[in-house]
């Protein structure tokens, strides 16, 4: 049965659902909790995606994307969510507001706005809608922990009330919130300081599915999908890290990213931003290079945990997936979604990568705290959701 999401006694946010195994879970509404009134849906996205990939800043889109996941966490933690639901999206992030959130989350967002576009020369639209609209709309929205190790996890959202929140807040100016300097908290947990990942089985498979029908219908069609595509390839075994072993640092850091570490804190303090991600990554590489451990750092393990902790297989109203597959795989996965798409089913968007890309989130490295988001090369998250609109049109 459904929970309702809603407050604790004490005004806190009460905990979410938790999922653990996501090809058995994932789809299935028993495992999320329905969000009720006074809930709001976060939504932050780059402009003009396209051009920025077109000229080589793929890679500063995914950062921006990250960025935007950093600071909503933060946020969100202040105002009592432990865990908080957010989710990356390959050039923007969602997240679930609980209600009296909805003002502290909107003047974040106003500075992340601003930060993007003036620091990072990324330009980004970001606004928040409530649930009751949705609702009153027909719209469900559904929200789940995905469980990835040690109290870390991911956001998860069913049901088709997050696309049509996306699509207001980019179509409706008026729901945007003004771009203004601010405090971003959770910013400088941020940095991307490993190699793009070879595909080692064939191709990365970038995929997003939306069902057609909205509701229990809708949700019943991701979970047989589901189960079909498992029949194709287990997505576990199709992890576009594996299990890390192919993770290797980058040296010397690229300038880029450096540049962009180095913007994520006040400019008086970018000079030592650069040296410590300079230091850090060396003290890595080197670690790496020579088998060593420092404390209680292991880089083998570190990798290892890496991968497992990468948001390769979420949920965002529909199913979405970075997958390392064969050829055969991807073909057989097409054609399975053609046949849902003549049924009336679903619609879908898919993109091809070479490699996959990591943008990192490390709260606290001692404690175990962090967690990775991983893309297509190229922004292969985003060229999927193009294919879909141009072949589709518009949700909701």
């Known amino acids: 049965m459904l929970r309702r999401g809603g407050l604790s006694p004490v005004g806190a946010p009460a905990p979410l659902p938790v999922i653990r195994d996501f090809a058995a879970e994932a789809t299935d509404p028993g495992h999320y909790a329905e969000l009720g009134p006074g809930w709001s849906i976060a939504s932050a996205d780059v402009i003009g995606s396209t051009g920025?990939?077109?000229?080589?800043?793929?890679?500063?889109v995914n950062f921006v994307a990250g960025a935007a996941v950093a600071v909503l966490?933060?946020?969100?933690?202040?105002?009592?969510?432990?865990?908080?639901?957010?989710?990356?999206?390959?050039?923007?992030a969602i997240a679930a507001v609980p209600p009296g959130g909805r003002a502290d989350v909107e003047a974040a967002l106003s500075a992340l706005v601003h930060w993007s576009t003036v620091e990072m020369g990324v330009p980004m639209l970001a606004g928040v809608v409530g649930v009751d609209e949705l609702n009153a709309s027909g719209l469900d929205v559904r929200v789940a922990l995905q469980d990835v190790g040690n109290g870390n996890s991911f956001g998860l959202f069913l049901g088709s009330g997050v696309a049509v929140a996306e699509r207001w807040i980019k179509e409706q100016p008026a729901r945007q919130v003004t771009p203004r300097p601010g405090p971003l908290p959770g910013l400088e947990t941020l940095s991307c300081r490993w190699h793009p990942v070879p595909a080692s089985r064939g191709t990365i498979l970038c995929v997003i599915v939306d069902p057609v029908a909205r509701g229990t219908a809708g949700v019943a069609t991701l979970m047989g999908l589901q189960a079909e595509i498992e029949a194709v390839v287990p997505t576990m075994d199709a992890a576009p890290l594996g299990r890390g072993e192919r993770l290797a640092p980058r040296w010397p850091p690229s300038l880029r990213s450096l540049r962009a570490e180095a913007r994520t804190v006040p400019k008086g303090r970018r000079v030592w931003k650069l040296l410590s991600a300079l230091g850090k990554s060396l003290a890595l590489v080197t670690l790496d290079t020579l088998g060593s451990r420092l404390g209680t750092f292991d880089p083998s393990v570190y990798r290892r945990v890496l991968a497992e902790r990468s948001d390769y297989r979420k949920a965002a109203g529909g199913t979405r997936f970075v997958l390392d597959v064969t050829e055969a795989e991807a073909t057989a996965i097409e054609a399975l979604l053609e046949r849902r798409v003549a049924e009336g089913a679903i619609r879908y968007g898919m993109a091809r990568a070479d490699a996959t890309t990591i943008t990192c989130l490390v709260g606290?490295?001692?404690?175990?705290?962090?967690?990775?988001?991983?893309?297509?090369a190229g922004i292969g998250l985003w060229r999927a959701s193009v294919m879909l609109k141009e072949r589709f049109g518009k949700v909701g």
């Open 73 to 92: 966490s933060e946020v969100l933690r202040t105002l009592g969510m432990e865990d908080p639901c957010v989710q990356f999206g390959g050039d923007g």
């Open 52 to 60: 920025l990939a077109t000229t080589g800043r793929d890679r500063d």
């Open 364 to 376: 606290d490295l001692a404690a175990d705290r962090h967690v990775h988001f991983v893309d297509g």
